[in-house]
């Protein structure tokens, strides 16, 4: 299948193709909540933009937090990473719970790729707890908790992204 622009879709670029479900994304973030409710307790929670919105939400109903704040980061257009832009830093009343380098601040995303992302967040938040929902090997060292780790050639897709639709049977030439 090929984009009006020529290039290969998304799908086709994906490699390992790993779709993951309303309810698979539950069932991980509870998981890692789980593994963080060792580590802390947190003053807040903050998201990055946009994909660590829903994690964020789901670990902080479980973690009983209810100071959540966010960094809105964009670096991807689908699945092209371009120049990292933060749009929005963490106010001042969260940096101030973290004491101006992030202690005791939970910072949360969906996931960890090539680790640009997290990098950048971690230079700003040292001292913060970095927590993703899934990793991949390039990144997966900046992460300090995360649940599942998938190949560097896997790209996820995740429920706000997907819809349900018809496959054709694998022997008629389903990935
Ligand atoms: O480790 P990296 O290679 O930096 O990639 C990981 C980042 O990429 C995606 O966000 P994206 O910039 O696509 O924006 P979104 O969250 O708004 O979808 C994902 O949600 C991570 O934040
Ligand atoms: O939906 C996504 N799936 C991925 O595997 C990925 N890697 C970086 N950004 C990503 N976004
Ligand atoms: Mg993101």
Known sequence: MVERNSEPSVQDRAGRPFPVSWDQFHRDCRALTWRLNEV???????????????PAAIVARELGLRVIDTVCVASYD??????LKVLKG???????LGGGTGKGLLIVDDLVDT????RL???LLP?????TVYAKP???????TYITEVSQDTWIFF?????????????DGAA
Do not use: Y
Not at 138 to 144: A, E, F, K, S
């Open 115 to 118: 680790g640009k992302t997290g």
């Open 40 to 54: 802390g307790p947190f003053h807040a929670v903050i998201a990055i933009t946009r994909g660590g919105l829903v």
């Open 90 to 96: 963490i106010s001042e009343q969260t940096a101030k």
């Open 127 to 131: 001292d913060a707890h970095f927590a």
């Open 159 to 171: 429920p706000w992204d997907t819809a349900l639709s018809f496959q054709p049977p694998i022997r």
């Open 138 to 144: 390039q990144g997966r060292p900046l992460v300090d």
């Open 121 to 123: 967040v971690r230079e």
């Open 78 to 83: 689908h699945d092209k990473q371009g120049d």
